[in-house]
């Protein structure tokens, strides 16, 4: 499904400046009714793909975080010769979403997003990934489960449950465009000799009549029709009727919705009129990122460490507090909060918010206000005082 679903999106989206594209060539044949699903099911999923590349991977090591590692480079900078590991991270979105499956593997020290393979399943065993291939290199690799990062939604897919209730409204959006095309048009009717009925020649000549003059007449703005004796074609209707998309709009509405709940985004996102951002927003991310988020990570953390290692505080996170666009001046007084309160340090308030770390002895330090103090220390305190008093 991902492979046609991509190439349908470029030919009916991606077209070039100035090339237009008609309303019949879109839903004519196998194209007709698909375009809305298209278009609603690649705009969630480059929702989630753009937020999931804005996020980095975070390595702890003993409950430490690492940073500028080689693993660190790897996952967050360069993945590979070719490609960012942005890059990398949006297309594994891709992957994942519309074929409801995706393969990393790790090839000289690099990671790689497979195009294509083969799951080999071992019940007992591990299993074996073959023919793994990447673009158009034409070597192929065999990796064993546990030399790769494996990620499925096939048991909870998406495009499954789509794929499912759009076979409800495809004739729904035939009968809709066929109004629409209908409307649009005059009606004539044709008017015969009796005499002619019966006769070979007068069939042969009606059967090419309609096919070639007729529809030739009605379908192209300028055209002339030749009356002969015997013909009278003559209009039904003296205008055309006024068009009327609202059909074909709700049905757009309703697909969108449907796709909206599938993905469990806010409706909003998907027609890009937003308002109330901030809670549309947590809801996005609680309920379509970190799902998702959770799957990379514990995939990656399973085949990075052991038990025992993860035991040890080793693990991966996959990042998701740098998404949102922070305004410092907005946020001023939280940051002062966080550090006063010994919450944060200096170094972590400075990445959270897009800075670099000072990387010093001071912006290392929790730092708390003397406003902030244990109540028994309070309470000494002030039993202090009243027996001065006294």
């Not at 046609?4 to 237009?20: A, I, P, T, V």
């Amino acid at each position: 499904m991902g492979i046609r679903s991509m190439n349908l999106f470029k030919f009916l989206f991606n077209k070039k400046d100035g090339e237009k594209i008609k309303l019949d060539s879109i839903f004519d044949e196998k194209f007709e009714s698909l375009s809305f699903k298209t278009l609603a099911v690649h705009t969630a999923v480059s929702y989630i793909a753009d937020t999931i590349s804005k996020c980095d991977f975070a390595f702890y090591e003993d409950g430490k975080l690492q940073r500028f590692s080689e693993q660190d480079y790897i996952f967050n900078v360069g993945c590979n010769a070719n490609e960012t590991a942005s890059t990398l991270k949006r297309d594994l979105i891709f992957k994942l979403f519309l074929d409801g499956e995706a393969l990393i593997f790790e090839d000289c020290g690099k990671i790689y997003l497979a195009d294509s393979f083969f799951r080999e399943r071992h019940p007992l065993e591990t299993d074996i990934f073959r023919n793994i291939s990447i673009k158009q290199e034409l070597k192929t690799f065999d990796k064993r489960s546990s030399e790769v990062f494996y990620f499925t939604l096939k048991n909870n897919s998406v495009t499954t449950l789509i794929d499912s209730i759009y076979i409800e409204y495809q004739d729904l959006l035939k009968c809709a465009f066929s109004n629409y095309k209908s409307n649009g048009f005059e009606k004539y009717k044709l008017k015969l000799d009796q005499t002619k009925v019966g006769d070979p020649q007068f069939v042969k000549d009606y059967e090419e009549f309609i096919k070639k003059q007729i529809n030739t007449f009605i379908q192209n703005p300028k055209s002339l029709y030749v009356e002969f004796k015997g013909y009278n074609l003559e209009p039904l209707n003296s205008k055309p009727n006024k068009t009327d998309a609202s059909d074909i709009l709700n049905l757009k509405k309703d697909i969108f919705e449907t796709v909206a709940i599938a993905f469990k985004m806010p409706v909003s996102f998907l027609y890009g009129n937003m308002t109330n951002v901030k809670d549309l927003f947590n809801s996005y991310i609680t309920f379509a990122i970190d799902p998702v988020k959770s799957l990379i990570e514990k995939e990656i953390t399973k085949k990075l460490y052991s038990a025992k290692a993860y035991g040890d505080k080793n693990y991966c996170i996959l990042d998701t507090s740098k998404i949102s666009h922070i305004d410092l001046f907005e946020v001023a007084d939280k940051i002062d909060k966080l550090v006063a309160s010994g919450y944060s340090c200096i170094d972590e308030i400075r990445e959270r918010v897009g800075d670099q770390a000072l990387d010093t002895d001071f912006s290392h330090q929790h730092w708390m206000t003397k406003n902030y103090a244990k109540i028994e220390e309070l309470l000494n305190e002030m039993s202090s005082l009243m027996k001065g008093g006294e």
